[in-house]
């Protein structure tokens, strides 16, 4: 079964100085150094290309600006608070 991605994450390969913190920070491990080395000579985080849910540890964790940038797909769920009555509100203010 697939479902519809929740996230995506893009990584600037020359911009990123491959230490690392964004791989340790992803709650699902879909990020990894690449084997190749960039311009800088070192390996760049890369998205495995799957799993991300748009969280966005990876992108606060980053000392790079610029980085990382984070596309949430599917909003988070608003939380499901049902509306107070009027009558209620009413007489919770008059106490
Ligand atoms: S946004 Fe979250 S899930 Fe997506 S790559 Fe970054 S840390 Fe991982
Ligand atoms: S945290 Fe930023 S600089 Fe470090 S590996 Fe990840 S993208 Fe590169």
């Known amino acids: 079964m697939s479902s519809q991605p929740r996230g ?6 020359e911009e990123c ?8 920070s992803c709650p699902p491990e879909c990020l990894e150094l690449a084997p190749e080395l960039n311009h800088y000579g070192v ?5 495995t290309g799957e799993g ?3 969280c966005g540890a ?5 000392p790079e600006p610029g980085a990382i940038t984070v596309e949430r797909l599917i ?3 608003k939380a499901a608070v049902p509306p107070v009555p009027e009558q209620e509100v ?3 203010a008059t106490l």
């Open 8 to 13: 995506n994450v893009i990584i600037d390969v």
């Open 17 to 24: 100085k491959g230490c690392g913190l964004c791989v340790e």
């Open 43 to 47: 390996h760049a985080a890369q998205y």
């Open 52 to 54: 991300c849910t748009g």
């Open 58 to 62: 990876c992108f606060y964790c980053c």
């Open 75 to 77: 909003p988070p769920a």
């Open 90 to 92: 009413a007489h919770a």
